[in-house]
């Protein structure tokens, strides 16, 4: 299994062109900008049977949060990170959540997916 994190934009999903994978993550937050980004990315995908779709919604804050996305994606299979302050916590001491907070909701969310795509991708 090869795991490749792109940068943000549409650029790499279009690059992919003739060279189907088998899973896309799509992350987005659910922001104005990253939903419409992250939108385009999967209708580039879709229509160019690139792979599985999976949106990986990223710091999702009440239930506002997952009607926006759920809305700008009604037929992908969607993964809600909530945001965790434990994330943050990580992040400024320089070291994984995964390490540093194995039981934070955010985590467990992400080692789900993780496993999940290790039996299915």
């Known amino acids: 299994m090869v795991v490749a994190d792109f940068e943000a934009g549409i650029g790499t999903v279009l690059r992919l062109e003739g060279n189907p994978v088998d899973v896309v993550v799509v992350v987005v937050e659910p ?3 990253s939903l ?3 939108r385009r990315a999967a209708e580039t995908v879709r229509e160019n049977k690139l792979g599985h779709i999976v949106v990986a919604a990223n710091r999702v804050r009440d239930a506002a ?3 926006r996305i759920r809305e700008t994606f009604p037929d992908v299979e ?3 990170v909530p945001d965790d302050p434990a994330i943050v ?3 400024r001491s ?3 959540p995964l ?3 194995p039981d934070a909701p955010a ?3 992400l080692v789900d997916l993780a496993n999940r795509l290790l039996t299915t991708g």
């Open 65 to 67: 949060d997952e009607q």
């Open 107 to 109: 985590v467990r969310v």
């Open 99 to 101: 390490d540093a907070s």
């Open 36 to 38: 419409e980004v992250g």
């Open 94 to 96: 320089g070291v994984s």
């Open 78 to 80: 969607v993964v809600l």
């Open 31 to 33: 922001t104005a900008k």
């Open 89 to 91: 916590a990580a992040e």
